[in-house]
């Protein structure tokens, strides 16, 4: 079993470890209660939303005057269907459309339709799937291998064989790109973000332009402007069956919002994504003086590693023994960034978060402006380090921090 740099076993299916603090997904549910609580204090105008994502609800009027699970798909789902394929790559006389909840509904209906007991899923990307998908696999009773590159990947599917699926992540949890030239003999795609970021980034097809048989993408990732469905589309029979599963687990997106959906894909420019993430490098520029060659820069992300935040914090605050876990730094450096900076971060996107880095992407140049710029994001984060070097030699005060004044009855972990 992985472990993290200080000897943490990572959690099962997730890329780090719990601590005491967040020990399950019900106290990280909990924490998400305390940001709210954060954010009511300051009020939302004090609020800066630095997720990289893009949750709103974009629809008129007009729009909102049929936003009625039975008018609205009678009124926007057949252009819906056009912009998505044309967005997508697909073309109407193979392909099909279908919306989910989220993208981990898609990525779990797809796996309750094609995956059975006892069969073997690969996930293939440039460095680890996404929880979502290793969980689905799971679900279904199915025996999931995890590879990283092409070799790997070939590897592994030599030596199985009752492979169903093939789980490919192009643009993988830690944001590396995987090159065009893996991706095309490979089945299910969770192109979460790089359905936009790699053909409007690096000139990469659209995703059913590689030839997968079906894939999906979320319509809150930079470009689109919400809201956090899952859109999937394919092979026209694949999409029919797990659409189908879909609706009869409940996993299916409310038709209300399709008119929201026709929205969000007619304004998608690609110059867009090139702009979230030019202002992303300036924010890198800034923050690298205050922490070196901690900071990690992939081709479209910033990132400080979790392991990193809990030994500077430890630096800073003169604490020899490690109180916390890497993934409880992070949660307490993100509560400090909102709490005495406004600044709203990723971290708090994901219940439970797909990693424990601080993670920093596309971030909307209208914001930081706001904000006060790129050396006033990078100060922020320095001086969140400090104060959370300072907190660590009194880790009840870490509890209180994520969890409020309630946390040892919080959820099921407590401190």
Not at 172 to 187: H, Q
Not at 189 to 214: H, N, S
Not at 219 to 229: A, F, I, S
Not at 253 to 277: F, G, H, K, N
Request: hydrophobic letters at 45%.
């Amino acid at each position: 079993m992985a472990t993290d740099r200080f000897g943490n076993r990572h959690a099962p299916n997730l890329p780090y470890a719990r601590g005491r603090i967040l020990a399950t997904t019900e106290d990280d549910f909990c924490k998400l209660q305390r940001a709210w609580a954060v954010i009511r204090g300051r009020g939302p105008e004090h609020v800066f939303v630095f997720t990289g994502l893009e949750h709103a609800l974009p629809m008129t009027d007009e729009d909102l005057r049929f936003a009625d699970d039975e008018i609205a798909p009678a009124l926007y789902f057949d252009r819906l269907t056009t912009l998505a394929l044309q967005h997508l790559g697909g073309s109407s006389d193979r392909h099909d459309v279908a919306l989910f909840n989220r993208l981990t509904g898609a990525t779990l209906a797809t796996h309750l339709t094609l995956v059975r007991p006892g069969d073997v899923v690969i996930g293939a990307s440039a460095s680890y799937s996404h929880p979502s998908v290793v969980r689905a696999a799971n679900h279904v009773g199915a025996r999931f291998i995890d590879t990283a590159g092409l070799a790997m990947f070939r590897a592994a599917i030599a030596g199985e064989p009752r492979v169903a699926l093939v789980d490919l992540t192009r643009l993988a949890v830690t944001y590396d790109l995987m090159p065009v030239e893996e991706i095309r003999a490979l089945v299910y795609m969770d192109d979460a973000g790089g359905a936009r970021v790699g053909p409007a980034g690096f000139g990469q097809p659209r995703m059913l332009e590689l030839g997968v048989d079906i894939g999906a993408t979320g319509l809150d990732k930079y470009g689109t402007v919400g809201p956090r469905l899952g859109l999937l589309a394919g092979q026209a029979d694949l999409v029919a069956r797990i659409r189908a599963t879909g609706f009869e687990f409940g996993l299916e997106a409310r038709q209300m919002l399709y008119p929201a959906v026709v929205r969000t894909l007619e304004q998608y420019d690609p110059a867009r994504v090139q702009s979230l993430i030019d202002t992303t490098r300036q924010i890198a520029r800034e923050l690298r003086p205050f922490v070196g060659n901690r900071l990690r820069e992939t081709p479209t992300t910033v990132q400080i590693p979790a392991d990193d935040i809990l030994d500077i914090a430890m630096q800073r605050g003169s604490v020899e023994k490690t109180p916390i876990v890497p993934y409880e730094a992070t949660a307490a450096l993100a509560m400090l960034l909102l709490q005495h900076h406004g600044m709203l971060m990723v971290h708090f996107v994901g219940v439970p978060p797909g990693t424990a880095d601080l993670l920093i992407k596309f971030v909307p140049p209208e914001t930081l402006e706001r904000f006060g710029g790129a050396g006033r994001y990078a100060r922020a984060i320095d001086d969140s380090l400090t104060r959370l070097g300072a907190l660590l030699r009194d880790p009840v005060s870490i509890a209180q921090l994520l969890l409020g004044d309630n946390h040892q009855g919080c959820g099921k972990g407590g401190a």
